[in-house]
C-alpha cells in the first residue's frame, strides 16, 4: 500500500477535524447570541457544523466523478451515527431522550430516508431531487430555529459546552474567522481524503462504495463521534442525541441534495446501495423510534445493541467485498435470527411501555 496515499488520508482526517471544531464553534456562538435552545443547537447549528466533513468530501467526490465515495458516506455516515456513536455515547451514559425527538424528528428522520431511496431506485439522485432535497433542509432549519426562538431561552447546559459569548469566541470578528478557517481545512481536508481513499481503495481491489461506506464514512463522522461522547461525559444529553439526527437529517437532505446539484448530470447510485445499504440505513432509522420510545431513555444494553449490530455491518462489507466463504452462514444468522429476534424485542418493550402509559393516565 502506498504510504504518500495512507499520509494524506491521516492529514484530510485531521484537517476535517480541526476544520469542522473551527466551524462548530464559531457557528455556535453565533447561534447564542440569537438565542435559541440547546436541543435546537444540537439539531442544527452543532449537527450541521459536524457534518460539514461529509458535505465537503461529497461535493469534492462529486465533482471529482466518484460518486460511488459520494453517495457511499451520505449513507455510511447515518449508519454509523445511530448504531455507533449513540451507541457508544449510551454505553456512557443513558440517554434521555426529548419528547420532541421522538414525536417529530425521528418520525422526520424515517420519512426522509424512504424518501431518499425512492429517489434512488432509479440509479441516481437528479438535480430536480437535488432541488426538493435543498428545499427541506431550509424548511426544516426554518421550523426548528422558530421553535427554539418560541422557547425564548438558552440554559447554562449549552453554555457550559460552548462557552459564553463573553469568551475568548466572544467577538464578532474571531467567530467569523473561525468560520471561514474552519471552511478554508474542509475543502483541503476533503481534497486530501478523497484523493488518497481512492488510491487506497484502486490498491487493495476495494469499490469506491465500500470505501465511502467504512473509512470515509467514519472518519467524516469523527466530529459526532467527539461531540456525542463529550456531551454525554458531560450530561448534556439534547445535545448528544439532537447531534445525531440532527446529522442524519442534514446527511440526506443538505449533503445529498448540493452534491447532485454541483456535479453534472447529478449523483450516480450505486445498485449495491439501492438493494442492501440504503435499506439497512432505513431499518436503523425505524429502530430508533421503538428504542427512544420505551421510557424516552436509551438504556445501556440497547446501546450495546447498537455497536453490535454496527460491528455486524461492517464485518458483512467485509466479507461481501472479499467474497469470502463465511459470507453465506453469516449472513443467514443474522437475517434469520438475530434481526427478527431483536425486532420482536423491541416490538414487545415498546407496546408495554405503551400500555404502562396508558394505564397510568387511568
Known amino acids: 500500500m502506498s504510504l504518500g496515499a495512507v499520509l494524506f488520508l491521516v492529514l484530510g482526517l485531521a484537517l476535517l477535524i480541526v476544520g469542522a471544531e473551527l466551524l462548530v464553534r464559531g457557528a455556535s456562538r ?24 461529509e458535505l465537503a468530501v461529497s461535493v469534492q467526490a462529486g465533482l471529482a466523478g466518484q460518486p460511488g465515495i459520494a453517495v457511499g458516506n451520505i449513507v455510511g455516515s447515518n449508519i454509523f451515527n445511530v448504531l455507533l456513536i449513540l451507541g457508544l455515547a449510551a454505553l456512557i451514559l443513558p440517554l434521555a431522550v426529548s419528547r420532541q425527538l421522538v414525536r417529530f424528528d425521528v418520525p422526520l428522520m424515517i420519512g426522509v430516508s424512504l424518501l431518499f431511496w425512492v429517489m434512488a431506485i432509479d ?17 426544516y432549519t426554518i421550523y426548528a430555529i422558530y421553535l427554539g426562538r418560541r422557547a425564548n431561552a438558552v440554559s447554562d447546559e449549552y453554555e457550559r459546552e460552548f462557552g459564553q459569548v463573553d469568551g475568548a469566541f ?35 481491489g476495494v469499490s469506491e462504495v465500500v470505501i465511502g461506506l467504512t473509512i470515509v464514512a467514519a472518519g467524516t463522522s469523527l466530529p459526532e463521534v467527539a461531540t456525542s461522547v463529550v456531551a454525554a461525559l458531560r450530561g448534556e444529553r439534547d445535545i448528544a442525541v439532537g447531534n445525531v439526527i440532527g446529522s442524519n437529517l442534514f446527511n440526506l437532505l443538505s449533503i445529498a441534495g448540493i452534491a ?24 436503523v432509522a425505524f429502530a430508533c423510534l421503538p428504542i427512544f420510545a420505551t421510557g424516552h431513555l436509551i438504556a445501556r444494553w440497547e446501546g450495546a445493541l447498537f455497536v453490535g449490530y454496527y460491528i455486524a455491518y461492517v ?11 463465511a459470507l453465506p452462514p453469516f449472513s ?31
Open 170 to 204: 466572544g467577538r464578532l470578528p474571531l467567530q467569523l474567522a473561525a468560520i471561514a478557517g474552519g471552511l478554508v481545512l474542509l475543502v483541503v481536508g476533503a481534497n486530501w481524503l478523497v484523493d488518497s481513499a481512492v488510491v487506497i481503495a484502486r490498491l487493495l
Open 315 to 325: 464485518t458483512y462489507l467485509i466479507l461481501a467485498a472479499t467474497e469470502h466463504a
Open 260 to 283: 447532485s446539484l454541483v456535479t453534472p448530470g447529478g449523483l450516480e447510485v450505486a445498485a449495491s446501495l439501492v438493494r442492501f445499504d440504503i435499506p439497512v440505513m432505513i431499518a
Open 30 to 53: 453565533l447561534a447564542l447570541r440569537v438565542g435559541i435552545t440547546p436541543l435546537v443547537v444540537g439539531l442544527t447549528v452543532v449537527a450541521f457544523g459536524t457534518s460539514s466533513p
Open 332 to 362: 443467514g444468522v443474522m437475517l434469520g435470527f438475530v434481526l427478527p429476534l431483536t425486532a420482536v424485542t423491541l416490538l414487545v418493550l415498546w407496546g408495554r411501555h405503551r400500555h404502562v402509559d396508558e394505564t397510568s393516565r387511568l
Open 123 to 139: 440509479g441516481r439522485i437528479g438535480r430536480f431531487d437535488g432541488v426538493l432535497l435543498v428545499a427541506g433542509i431550509v424548511a
